[in-house]
């Protein structure tokens, strides 16, 4: 059992000092940036469905205007595109970043969208349109270029999202969740499982390995079934050190939740890994969101990243 390292939670998300909005249903003054391609457009579609009042591609000298309308309530609830489209938003980001963060009753979140190289590249070649940042040459060159340059922006957000393998409808179900469910729960945990071989998720906080435990995969009338079926979760569990497993990975969980809470994060990713993703991951899954679901101050969900893979 070890805490990931991987590339996209590097991330290390900041302990936010949130103070309940004065707005019900989500914080009133929402800041969206992030790399070209990463989803922005989605992602303000989304909030605006949710009562935002939003802009895209918002001149960054405006933003204290804007701030200042949220805080006087003229416009109750604020979500707002900034990004590299701007010829100055490099340079002048941060230090208005820094005068928003210091304004009274505005408490702005910064939200840093990202993905990897390769989905940046299919949804470029799939749009066609060229990379802001290399109007004259290939997108992996600005891409990279792009990556270069944000990295200060990422380092200064209040939330990290990898978008490389979220649909447009997961896209849309975490903005609603971040929304609707910050006023109501400090920590929102999510149950992710996977299979090894189809990659680690990025978006990892805690990863767990269980690949020890009894394989359905080669059981022939179990092959076909997924972990949430009962013949295959009573194959897994036939073992009694499966159990001991079960019941030391839920208290060990369990124990370290609060110290998350504490922390102050917003969301908490533990990742279950089996080999395909298909059976032993998502029987953990299941029983790990059963268990975590009595603890207070927490949400949970669970997701099956790999569960369709055959």
Known sequence: MKKAKGKRLEVKRKKLEVK?????GGFPFIILTGLSGSGKS???RALEDLGYFCVDNLPTTLLPTMAKLSVRRDIEKVAIVVDVREGNF????????????QMRGLNPVLIFLEASNSALLRRFSETRRPHPMARDRSPSEGIRDERAHMAAIRAMADEIIDTSDMTVHELRHFFTTLSRDRARARLVVTVLSFGFKYGVPADADLVFDVRCLPNPHFVRALRQRTGRDRAVAAFIEREASTREFISRLEDYTKYVVPFYVAEGKSYLT?????????????????????????????RVRVRHRDIAHV
């Open 270 to 298: 533990v990742a279950i890994g089996c080999t395909g993703g298909r059976h032993r991951s998502v029987m953990i899954a299941e029983r790990l969101r059963r268990a975590l679901s009595s603890m207070s101050g927490v």
């Open 90 to 101: 490099l340079s002048s980001f941060p230090r208005i970043l820094k005068r928003l963060r």
């Open 20 to 24: 309940k909005p004065k707005v019900k």
């Open 42 to 44: 989605h992602a303000i």
